[in-house]
């Protein structure tokens, strides 16, 4: 079944990604924006999945309604939010209950330790943005929290899921993934409080990211 080819899931991928980059300045910004996000949707619909998956499936419903309400404009922009954070958090819980299923038993001091660098981190960072983001710092600051916490499972799955039969690599594209996520997060903060940032760049690295967490959450062959 073709949903279930790499080359053609990442190869459209490609190609919708494109298209949004070339058509971002035109009318049909708002139609094509969503588009690589509805593509994975129907990836991870009609592919064989994780369990957890499910979670996956309404998180990306959640980023795409964010994606339109975003391009509408700055008027939209905190109503926007509440998609994403939604979003975040799904994926925060997908991570979650992938750690806990297939009889893994993870030490609470380890995976403390593990939290504690992350959160210590995105800390330093509001502490940063937030004077130069006004209003939008409190939302900013719930965002950032979720982002912790899909940082902390996504690498939690990875580093204490050892005895499994959860593929290291696909793990290892979920973390790639989680961080390809907040890095738009983060890179879309700087563009509104400090500096522009290229919004290719911005726009870009959330595509992947997204691409990746959801591919991590399938299973069979990798071709």
């Not at 038993?105 to 981190?121: E, H, N, T, W």
């Not at 690498?155 to 738009?184: C, E, P």
Request: aromatic share 14%; charged share 15%.
């Amino acid at each position: 079944m073709i949903w279930k080819n790499n080359a053609f899931r990442f190869g459209i991928t490609l190609l919708l990604c494109l298209q949004y980059s070339l058509l971002r300045e035109t009318e049909y910004s708002t139609f094509v924006k969503p588009l690589p996000v509805i593509f994975w949707f129907l990836v991870v619909l009609f592919s064989n999945k994780r369990q957890e998956g499910k979670w996956v499936l309404l998180s990306l419903f959640c980023a795409f309604i964010g994606d339109i309400l975003l391009d509408l404009g700055d008027d939209w922009l905190k109503i926007a939010t509440v998609p994403f954070l939604g979003s975040t958090a799904l994926l925060a819980l997908a991570f979650h209950f992938r750690l806990r299923n297939d009889d893994n038993k993870i030490g609470y001091i380890k995976d403390i330790l593990l939290l504690m660098p992350i959160a210590v981190s995105a800390i330093c960072l509001h502490l940063t943005l937030a004077p130069h983001l006004g209003d939008a710092a409190k939302i900013g600051a719930v965002l950032l929290t979720l982002a912790v916490l899909l940082l902390w499972r996504s690498l939690a799955v990875l580093l204490f899921k050892n005895k499994t039969k959860d593929a290291k690599f696909r793990r290892i594209m979920g973390v790639v993934g989680a961080s390809g996520i907040v890095a738009n997060y983060v890179l879309y903060s700087i563009n509104l409080s400090v500096q522009p940032i290229p919004r290719d760049l911005v726009i870009q690295v959330y595509y992947w990211g997204q691409a990746f967490v959801a591919w991590s959450f399938l299973k069979g062959d990798m071709k």
